[in-house]
């Protein structure tokens, strides 16, 4: 994430800033949230950044694996990482780039990893998520439908974003396990959605958890 992405103004603009505005919106709709009893929030505790321990994937070719943090893909083809874009307090993003930029929007794959010590299970977890794309703009939220990513049963939707002009498709797939709450999310310029998502589900198809990743949160 530190390539040129969205453009505002005439102006080159990194991606990552529109990706990471998307994380940081899940900790700060969770540091606006009540905390009564029946209120988990997100899968994150707090709005408070702490230092994250800065590990590192093993790249083969196109194989990446990330046994710290919990999983491991295939790269789409002509695509590259970049790991570790974001390490903000519960959070943890790593990113797929394509190589090419479309309307101002070079098309990116994100997986982000949010520390679930209170043990949010997968339908708090995508309810919250709701909330923090309605509390960014987000517009034509499609209903979730479910699908089975990496073993795990989680939920998709897509939706769209408005940044200086700018729009952003994005299709997220959400679930939570007791290491994270997840999201595996594709963001493109309309016009390459449709040839994106389907690179996004072979992508999908390569994601599996490992080292523990997968236990069940117990609100599961």
Known sequence: MGLSGVR???????????????????????????????????????????????????????????????????????WHANPNSLLAGPQAVDTFFSPDTVEGVQSNISITCEDNPDG???????????????????????????????????????????????AIVKTDVLFATARCGWTIALASAPSVQPQNAAIFDRFLQTFKL????????PGA
């Open 210 to 217: 490992v080292d523990g990743a997968a236990t069940p949160a």
């Open 8 to 78: 505002e103004g005439g102006r080159p603009q990194r991606l990552v800033a529109m990706v990471l505005a998307v994380a940081l919106g899940a900790v700060m709709v969770a540091g606006c949230k009540g905390g009564g009893d029946g209120d988990k929030g997100t899968a994150t505790p707090t709005a408070t950044a702490t230092a994250r321990p800065h590990v590192q994937p093993t790249i083969d070719g196109s194989a990446f694996n990330f046994p710290d943090r919990g999983y491991a893909a295939v790269i789409p083809d002509g």
């Open 120 to 166: 949010t299970g997968s339908d708090q977890f995508v309810e919250n998520k709701l909330k923090t794309i309605a509390a960014l703009g987000g517009k034509d939220v499609s209903a979730a439908r479910p699908v089975t990513v990496g073993g795990q049963q989680a939920q998709e939707l897509s939706y769209t974003l408005d940044r200086g002009g700018t």
